[in-house]
């Protein structure tokens, strides 16, 4: 079993900055998934950006060029670096681990971005 713990969300204005961090219980390989997705409210839960290892990124077209996806395996830590923020970014953003060896899952307990215009 492996525990997520995300940091670093909170109240930023329009065009602000902010780093989350997302740091694993267990060890970290380098063909694990690592993702972050958010949830707005009365919205699906959706993709923001993912590091499928390899220095192989995806982004959301909404989230391209503002966000960075990065990992530090010897950390055990994702990160997600928000730049450029809009308020539409507003959302609770989760952490999410895909290990490649099982394909299991795991979730962070989600950290809560606002975004004020």
């Known amino acids: 079993q492996v525990q997520l713990v995300e940091s670093g969300g909170g109240l930023v204005q329009a065009g602000g900055s902010l780093r989350l961090s997302c740091v694993a219980s267990g060890s970290i390989f380098s063909l694990d998934v690592l993702a972050w997705y958010r949830q707005a409210p009365g919205k699906q839960r959706e993709l923001v950006a993912a590091d499928v290892g390899g220095g192989i990124t995806n982004y959301a077209d909404s989230v391209k060029g503002r966000f960075t996806i990065s990992r530090d395996n010897a950390k055990n830590t994702v990160y997600l670096q928000m730049n450029s923020l809009k308020p539409e970014d507003t959302a609770v953003y989760y952490c999410?681990?895909?290990?490649?060896?099982?394909?299991?899952?795991?979730w962070g307990q989600g950290t809560q971005v606002t975004v004020s215009s």
């Open positions: 999410n681990l895909r290990r490649w060896s099982s394909g299991l899952r795991y």
